[in-house]
Every structure is written in structure tokens, then in C-alpha cells.
């Protein structure tokens, strides 16, 4: 990141007319993300950050050399700063600006896990890639706990030399926090958008999603470690010797894209080989990534950024009393007198949450009784830490009782299970597709673990979101979309480490083309969604669920340079503006994807033969990673509708790194 200087020259408006009104003191800043064309900065301006600075000071005559407040030159080049809405639309005429848009919030998506991969530590890719060691996984997130005994670096060396990254002082946190593990540490809390209230100033996490997130791609090994006797086991991370650099963007459970777009850059340019966010956005992605977050990805990529073992069960006591049960909706009826001392059945459409357990408790309930509709919530049982006694049930028929009904609580089990149902299935909650952005690019990639996640976890912060929770644990259990990411982030760590030389593209290739299609019983996976028939599709699986092993030698892979990835958005109709915004230089398109969006070199095909379109041909070159002589043969299972022709239908490679092209045509039998 540029220094932002602290006085700056007032440069002259591009047009008499640009900048005629004058600021109302009145109006309300908020934070801007500046997109400029840096190639076009005046020559006596010293740095970019002097040229920014003077942009946003010709807009106003009051004191402002502060309103900047990142300034961005890796992934993307230009600035974020307070302005009000009318000198946002102003600065969009200015000279070497781009575009203008307005910082947006965006949120985090909320261990047995290593050893349903297949990862062993005495065969296999763990020892192959020595667990991962030496490679840097930079995290966007909330922060990390260093005192985790998941971050401990013993028996790891000192950091590669060409690492540029740094631990940074703040509330509660210091340099010296930072070792052989946590090698890089920083916050991007700047900007209007950032609530600051009830978070610390610094890399310390307090809401528990950065440490966990961070543990689970790349914590150290810990022994014993469970919660409150469940999943008790060894912990450790899918990269158990790979490094972690946190860069805190989020406060609690926001973000703003402005400190996000800030913490890539940054990464980016310390020099991490994984950059994991586990991110997501309540306003539209279109919105979103095709203006602030797609630049930073895409520039990244170019940079070539992208468990608990053991069995054991537990009894509790028997309660032998009779307790009333006292159904309720558990949000506006919860009045003392009538729960006190009872056990209160929550009937939500998805199930209840810890927090209505809080509610509960507090208003002097014994116990709480979560029930969801069979034909809404298809969803499997997940671990959440309710802080009174709870069980959650489907169908209200089930229970067999009323209002003023007892419950007779003779005996409560508690144990770990493994190994009992159908593994892998993708869950209500998981992310589908299909491309909202690019339909002809399939989303998801690929599915990994995401329910029911032990990791690490502050050991100050309650094992809820609710404030009244006073338990505290060193290791918590989470799920949701958030977990999946950095187990990928944790594989294509040890990929990394094996294949120093391989590209993103490759590595995404590797995973994608090695992925489980099957789950433990040797049927399709299937899909928990409520609006699901029973067997997921590609739209919610991707290629399948990550195999980790099968990875490390995939045989073939689909590379993209960065060429690729200009012709892809000039297919898609991107200015020479929009694309100069993370490709320097750029002065407009030369040529475009023969095929459409579709033509790039993706590891999956997606095509429309809707309108029309009753043939599609599409290309693909494959590279050789394996090492010998092989020869590959096409086997297709096409759609009931659909007619497929591949050509040719053989491939012969006699040599590493050779290249072989081929077509495949995708014809509509209606």
C-alpha cells in the first residue's frame, strides 16, 4: 500500500464544468472506490497517492488530505475515500478515472474433516508434500486469536526470505505475537463503513471466523482437543506446516470491499501463494464482484495467488423428573411466567439457532426442543452450541405432544458418531449455481466439508454471536459455506508445495478433475436441499467433492495464461477501460473466445442449446503433468437430450508438458 500524503497540491478539473458546485458541508460522506487509469498521472505528481490525494481536494475547499484512505497498486490501481454523493459523481469526470461506485458491506459465511479427505500423516500426500511446510496462506477475514495452540510453531523453520509481509502493532496485539507460524498479521479498518464498536483495532479477532477459518486450512497439530467432551480427537489443519498471514478486513461478522479490495492487494503483494476468503455479500454479486472485488481476483490470479482423529462417547446423567413441554415460535411469546421451569419446543420453518436457546434459558426455560418441517428442512443433524439442554427433532408429529404435555427425560446420551451415514452430501445451506455472473462458467467448482467444523477458537470471545453467553472454549464448532473454502485453501496448499511451477489455473484443474462424484456407498451425492429431488446436480456439487490425493497427480490439466483471462472479459464485453484496470498497459481488445464464454479453457463445459442454439462447438487443451509415455480415451454419458461428439477420441502424450488439443460438439436431440 502507497502512504497517503498528508498535503497535496489542488490540480485543475478536466472540464470548466466538472466541478462548478461547491461542497455542501452538509452533505453526508460516505466511503468511495475509486477505479483510475494510472498511466495517465501528471508527471509532476510524485506518487499516486499525491495525484489521488489532489483529485479529491479540487472537489472541496475544506481541509480533506485525510478522505483517502487506501490507496490500491497491485491488483487494481486507485483509492478509497469519503466523499459525498455529489462529488462522487463529479470525480466520475474526472481524467484518469475510471469508474466510481460506492463501498458495500459484505459478510462472513460462519476435526474429522482431514481424515475424510483421506489425508494420512504416514502415507500418502501429507508426507509427500511435507504437510504443506513453507507455503503461505493469506487469509481476508476477521482476525485471528495467536494464542491458539493451533498457531504454535514448534518444529517449523524460519520464513522463505523473499516473504514480504508483516506483523503490525495494535489494541491487544504486537509484532512479537507473530512467529514461524503466524508469519503476517494486519488490519484494514479504515473508512466511514467500518461499525468499529465491540472489535479491537488491530489483527486480534474477536468474532472467532478468522481463527477458525485459519485453523481449520492450516492449524498446527493439538492434542485432546474437542468441545466440552464432543469430537474429541487430535486437531489439526488440511496444511498443518503451512503458514498463515491474517489481514483482518472484516469487524465482527461485516466487511467493507474497500478494506477487502485493500487486504488483496496487500497480500498480493507480500508474496502469498494462497489467498482464502470466505466471504459473501447480501447485495448482488453481478453488482459486486463485476466492479470492486473481480479486478483484485483476477490480478491476483495472475499473480499466482489462489482434523481430529479418535472415537469416544459420552453419557450424561439420567433425569428421571417430569418437566412440562410448552410449545412456542420462540421470538415474541417467551413471557417468564409461563416458561419458567419448562421445556420450550421452538416450531421454526429451519430449525432454531443457539440464540433462541439464550432466550430461552433466560427467561427461565430448563431445557429447549428445536423442531423443523420434514418437507422444508432436509438437512442432517448439526452440531450447535445451544447453552441449555436441547434436541432437535423433524415433524411435530413425532413428539406425540400438546400444550400442557409432559416430557419424561429418563435417560440423554451424548456421543460422537462417525462413519454411520452416506458422506459426502451437499447441504441446505451450501452455495449452487448456477453462474449468476457467467452461466457458461460452472459454479460451484468443486464441494468440500462444511458442517459440523472443530477448530480453534479466541479464547475470550462466547461460542455464540449472543453477548449473555458467558461459556468460553479454546476450540468451537461451526458450520457453514465459510468451512469448505479453507479446506480447499489447505489442498491446493500441499499441491502448491509438490508443484512449485504450476499455475492457479492448474491447480484448480487438479482438483476439479480429480473430485468425487460418488459418496461412501458408491451412489451419486445427494443434495439436502429442500428443493431438491435426492440426487445433486452440477449446479450444486460443481465436478464433485475433493480428493486430495487423486490431486497431487491428476494426469492432465487445463491451463489459462493471462491472455486467457483478457480474451474471456473482452468475450464478454469489457471495455479497454475496465480491462486497463488490473492489466496495464492495456489498450483494447484484439481478439475474443472462439465459442463465446464457454471457449475458456475450464475444466467443465456448460452450454446452452436454448433459443436456437441446437449445436455448440467447443475447444480445449489439455497439458501433461504425469511424467512417461500415456495414452487417454474419451468415455462420455451425455444427457438423455443431448447428443456429444468428442474429437479426436484418443490422445497420445509421450512426454511431460506436451499439449494436445481437442473439440467436442454438443448437439440437441429436440
Not at 478509497?80 to 469508474?99: H, I, P
Not at 504486537?174 to 507460524?181: A, D, F, G, T, Y
Not at 473466445?593 to 475458456?600: P, T
Not at 444427457?639 to 448437439?667: I, S, W
Amino acid at each position: 500500500m502507497e502512504p497517503v500524503p498528508t498535503s497535496a497540491s489542488v490540480s485543475k478539473p478536466s472540464s470548466p464544468s466538472s466541478f462548478h458546485h461547491e461542497h455542501k458541508p452538509h452533505q453526508p460522506k460516505t466511503a468511495y472506490i475509486v477505479h483510475t487509469d494510472h498511466l495517465t498521472k501528471p508527471f509532476h505528481f510524485a506518487t499516486l497517492g499525491h495525484w489521488y490525494t489532489s483529485m479529491v481536494s479540487s472537489l472541496s475547499t475544506a481541509a480533506n488530505s485525510s478522505r483517502v484512505f487506501y490507496v490500491y497498486d497491485t491488483t487494481m490501481h486507485g483509492f478509497a475515500a469519503e466523499l459525498t454523493d455529489d462529488e462522487a459523481r463529479r470525480l466520475s469526470n474526472t481524467t484518469g478515472v475510471a469508474s466510481v461506485h460506492k463501498d458495500r458491506l459484505v459478510h462472513l459465511h460462519t476435526t474429522r474433516s482431514a481424515g475424510f479427505l483421506g489425508l494420512d500423516k504416514d502415507f500418502g500426500i501429507w508426507p509427500d508434500t511435507d504437510f504443506g511446510n513453507g507455503v503461505i496462506i493469506g487469509f481476508v477475514d476477521s482476525g485471528i486469536w495467536p494464542e491458539s495452540a493451533s498457531f504454535d510453531d514448534t518444529g517449523l523453520g524460519p520464513v522463505r526470505p523473499s516473504w514480504k509481509g508483516r506483523c503490525v502493532d495494535g489494541e491487544r496485539f504486537n509484532s512479537s505475537m507473530c512467529n514461524n507460524k503466524l508469519v503476517g498479521a494486519r488490519f484494514f479498518t479504515a473508512g466511514p463503513s467500518v461499525t468499529r464498536d465491540d472489535d479491537f483495532m488491530s489483527p486480534r479477532d474477536k468474532a472467532g471466523h478468522g481463527t477458525h477459518v485459519a485453523s481449520t486450512a492450516a492449524g498446527s497439530e493439538v492434542p485432546d482437543a474437542g468441545l466440552f467432551g464432543f469430537a474429541r480427537g487430535v486437531a489439526r489443519g488440511v496444511a498443518p506446516r503451512a503458514r498463515v498471514a491474517m489481514y483482518k478486513a472484516c469487524v465482527l461478522h461485516s466487511c467493507s470491499s474497500a478494506g477487502v479490495v485493500e487486504a488483496i492487494d496487500d497480500a498480493v503483494k507480500d508474496g502469498v501463494d494462497i489467498l482464502s476468503l470466505s466471504i459473501g455479500g447480501r447485495v448482488y454479486l453481478r453488482h459486486l464482484l463485476g466492479r470492486q472485488l473481480r479486478p483484485a481476483g483476477i490480478h491476483a490470479e495472475q499473480r499466482g495467488a489462489v482434523d481430529h482423529d479418535g472415537r469416544r462417547c459420552h453419557r450424561g446423567p439420567g433425569v428421571p423428573e417430569m418437566i412440562p413441554l410448552l410449545p412456542s415460535n420462540c421470538s415474541n411469546d417467551l413471557v417468564s411466567d409461563r416458561i419458567t421451569g419448562k421445556i420450550v419446543m421452538c416450531a421454526r420453518d429451519f430449525g432454531v439457532y443457539p440464540s433462541y436457546g439464550v432466550a430461552v434459558k433466560m427467561a427461565g426455560g430448563s431445557g429447549l426442543i428445536s423442531v423443523a418441517p420434514l418437507d422444508r428442512c432436509m438437512e442432517g443433524l448439526m452440531v450447535q452450541a445451544f447453552t441449555l439442554p436441547a434436541v432437535t427433532a423433524r415433524g411435530v408429529h413425532r413428539l406425540g405432544a400438546r400444550s400442557g404435555g409432559v416430557v419424561l427425560l429418563h435417560l440423554i446420551t451424548f456421543r460422537t458418531v462417525t462413519s454411520e451415514n452416506r458422506a459426502p452430501v451437499v447441504a441446505s445451506f451450501s452455495s449452487r449455481g448456477p453462474n449468476h455472473i457467467v452461466r457458461e462458467i460452472l459454479k460451484p467448482d468443486v464441494i468440500a466439508p462444511g458442517a459440523n467444523i472443530l477448530a480453534a477458537w479466541p479464547g475470550e470471545s462466547p461460542l455464540t454471536q449472543s453477548k449473555s453467553d458467558a461459556r468460553r472454549a479454546s476450540f468451537n464448532i461451526v458450520s457453514g459455506t465459510s468451512m469448505a473454502c479453507p479446506h480447499v485453501a489447505g489442498v491446493a496448499a500441499l499441491l502448491k508445495h509438490k508443484h512449485h511451477d504450476w499455475t492457479p489455473a492448474m491447480i484448480q484443474s487438479a482438483l476439479m478433475t480429480t473430485a468425487a462424484t460418488l459418496d461412501s456407498h458408491g451412489q451419486a451425492i445427494a443434495d439436502n436441499s429442500h428443493t431438491s429431488s435426492g440426487v445433486a446436480t452440477p449446479m450444486a456439487a460443481g465436478a464433485g467433492h475433493v480428493r486430495p490425493q487423486l490431486a497431487l497427480d491428476p494426469g492432465l490439466v487445463y491451463d489459462a495464461e493471462e491472455q486467457d483471462y483478457v480474451d474471456f472479459l473482452c468475450t464478454l464485453n469489457y471495455t479497454a477501460a475496465q480491462i486497463s484496470m488490473f492489466v496495464p498497459g492495456f489498450t483494447g481488445c484484439t481478439r475474443t473466445l472462439r465459442g463465446g464464454a464457454a471457449g475458456l479453457n475450464y475444466p467443465s463445459f456448460v452450454v446452452d442449446l436454448s433459443n436456437g442454439n441446437d449445436v455448440r462447438v467447443l475447444k480445449r487443451i489439455v497439458t501433461k503433468v504425469s511424467k512417461g509415455p500415456e495414452t487417454y480415451t474419451v468415455r462420455v454419458v451425455a444427457p438423455d437430450q443431448v447428443a456429444v461428439t468428442v474429437t479426436p477420441r484418443t490422445l497420445r502424450f509421450d512426454k511431460q508438458n506436451e499439449k494436445k488439443r481437442y473439440k467436442v460438439v454438443f448437439r440437441s436431440k429436440n
